[in-house]
């Protein structure tokens, strides 16, 4: 029997962990739910290393993001045979890669989650479902009452009542079995007269998602993959605004849209402590093996890996023919199944079509690591997924709220309900509606408590990238620190309720309230307010 917690968390990706965690912290019963085997989202079922701001050294995050990552890096330091000059690293980034301070592979971040959640489990405050997703749910008078899961493995359904329900889905399902209002896909420039909008509303242009898989290179072996079903319609295809085919590497740089070669040098001969990951200094997307490398053989003693090991999400499998939202399941399930087609496509072409640097073509060498990612066929367990439903909230962030253009380097909206905040690119890839890259400089920014607090539904919570934001801003907000952020101010926000026996829209209307609340926040280590720093 599944018990009747005091909150009921659906999707464990890093909001719905956070939320859990902030929960149990505070006493409260939780049920959390998983539809993979791996509880993490885009840092693990997805495979994705973090994307984060470059002060994420220093401040930026939630004091509990930074024991997710300094544990990443002590399972490092005591497990992998590291040189000592990596060892005494203390910003030690294990795959050198130059998307971020810290790429690792994917079931490290597993681990130690399933260690940070251990403690609560044990002590009977958490019950953990994975392989079990939500398919209904029951409201009334503006609540939700209860919510039915279904066991993936054995078909088997459940209802569970919870007082709270937080939806950390990836793709904000509960808001629309729960009927709570929300959007999806690009809003009219006239509801937000947002510079980047397009003049009519399109609810199926979405980001485009991407089937991930990791790579490792052995030269002399041949480890190519049978021939994909879908190679030569991949093989052919070339969009309107791409400077070639799609599987090439010639590709748009995503700020300024001139097209740019990217380069392809498995194991390169370089000291990965020489790699530097500062996103507002260098995008580093060019060079296309080290830039999201998540084990570099460099860092550890002489023999004892033969291969670097890097993570392949790049503009070369991003997917956006099909929505993933909106359109019906089967259209949802077709864009999935063509997603992963275009991923392994690019592994073939990869392993005998891309060109070398020696002039030969072709690198059979590579090879596909299902044992990275937990999987038979070796890509990601979930495709990853950039863009949500998102509910229609008291405060809905804006363009106007966090670019650049718009605030200058130092601006952005300073909120009196703060509840964490985050800082990168408003960063969205080409889209089902034919976009392409929208890379707009943004400011750091203040998350407000009012993107977290539905207009009408009482005790339902985002935990993700279904918080208040627009299509525009939604591209800056759905990045690992933000999601942990948000998921773990919705699970403290959630205990807080309960304890004090008030509703969120009284929390974040009322300044007393919403200063009680802020004190929790600052206790437990979540940072609400920037120093003087400049956007990017």
């Given at each position: ?386 863009e949500s439903r998102r509910i229609k909230a008291v405060t809905t962030v804006t363009e106007h709220d966090v670019s650049i253009d718009i605030v200058g380097p130092h601006g952005g909206t300073r909120h009196r309900d703060s509840v964490g905040v985050g800082s990168y690119r408003i960063d969205l890839h080409p889209s089902t509606g034919g976009d392409n890259y929208i890379d707009i400089g943004s400011v750091p920014f203040e998350i407000p408590l009012g993107a977290l607090v539905p207009r009408r539904v009482r005790n339902l919570l985002p935990a993700g990238k279904n918080v208040g934001t627009t299509h525009i801003t939604n591209g800056c907000y759905r990045l690992h620190p933000v999601e942990w952020n948000i998921g773990e101010a919705a699970g403290a926000l959630a205990a807080h309720c309960l304890t004090e026996g008030v509703e969120p829209q009284q ?30």
């Amino acid at each position: 029997m599944i018990p009747e917690p005091d909150i009921l968390v659906v999707g464990a990706g890093l909001g719905g962990v956070a939320a859990a965690l902030a929960a149990c912290r505070a006493g409260r019963t939780v049920v959390l739910t998983e539809e993979t085997d791996w509880i993490g989202g885009q840092l693990t079922s997805q495979a994705v290393p973090p994307d984060e701001h470059p002060w994420v050294e220093q401040f930026g995050t939630t004091a509990s993001y930074r024991r997710l990552r300094e544990g990443i890096r002590a399972y490092y330091r005591q497990w992998y045979p590291m040189r000592s000059e990596a060892l005494a690293l203390t910003g030690l980034n294990p795959g050198a890669g130059r998307v971020s301070k810290l790429c690792h592979e994917p079931r490290i971040a597993l681990t130690v989650l399933e260690a940070m959640l251990a403690p609560h489990r044990a002590a009977g405050r958490l019950t953990l479902l994975t392989e079990h997703r939500a398919v209904a749910a029951e409201s009334d008078n503006d609540v939700i009452r209860a919510v039915t899961l279904e066991n993936l493995r054995t078909g088997d359904r459940y209802t569970v009542t919870a007082r709270y329900v937080i939806d950390a889905t990836e793709t904000g399902e509960l808001l629309e079995l729960g009927g709570v209002e929300h959007a999806i896909g690009a809003e009219a420039r006239g509801e937000f007269d947002e510079p980047h909008a397009p003049e009519q509303a399109q609810p199926l242009n979405q980001q485009g998602i991407t089937v991930c898989f990791a790579l490792s290179h052995h030269e002399g072996e041949n480890h190519t993959v049978d021939r994909p079903a879908d190679y030569d319609f991949w093989r052919s295809y070339r969009p309107d605004f791409w400077p070639g085919p799609l599987l090439g590497f010639q590709a748009p740089d995503p700020r300024s849209l001139e097209s740019v070669p990217r380069t392809f040098v498995p194991n390169p001969d370089v000291d990965p402590l020489a790699v530097s990951a500062d996103q507002s200094a260098d995008a580093g997307d060019k060079e296309l093996w080290g830039f999201r490398r998540i084990l570099a053989r460099g860092m550890h003693r002489p023999g004892a890996f033969d291969s670097d090991i890097t993570l392949v999400n790049w503009p070369l499998n991003d997917y956006w023919l099909k929505p993933l939202i909106g359109a019906g399941e089967a259209v949802s399930a077709q864009a999935v199944a063509e997603a992963r087609q275009l991923s392994l496509s690019l592994l073939y072409w990869l392993q005998t079509e891309a060109p070398r640097q020696d002039g030969g073509t072709g690198f059979p060498g590579l090879r596909i690591r299902p044992d990275i990612t937990g999987t038979e066929d070796g890509l990601a367990k979930a495709p990853y997924v950039r863009e949500s439903r998102r509910i229609k909230a008291v405060t809905t962030v804006t363009e106007h709220d966090v670019s650049i253009d718009i605030v200058g380097p130092h601006g952005g909206t300073r909120h009196r309900d703060s509840v964490g905040v985050g800082s990168y690119r408003i960063d969205l890839h080409p889209s089902t509606g034919g976009d392409n890259y929208i890379d707009i400089g943004s400011v750091p920014f203040e998350i407000p408590l009012g993107a977290l607090v539905p207009r009408r539904v009482r005790n339902l919570l985002p935990a993700g990238k279904n918080v208040g934001t627009t299509h525009i801003t939604n591209g800056c907000y759905r990045l690992h620190p933000v999601e942990w952020n948000i998921g773990e101010a919705a699970g403290a926000l959630a205990a807080h309720c309960l304890t004090e026996g008030v509703e969120p829209q009284q929390v974040q209307s009322e300044d007393k309230r919403y200063e009680a609340f802020a004190r929790l926040l600052d206790r437990d280590g979540v940072q609400r307010h920037w120093p003087d720093v400049r956007g990017y």
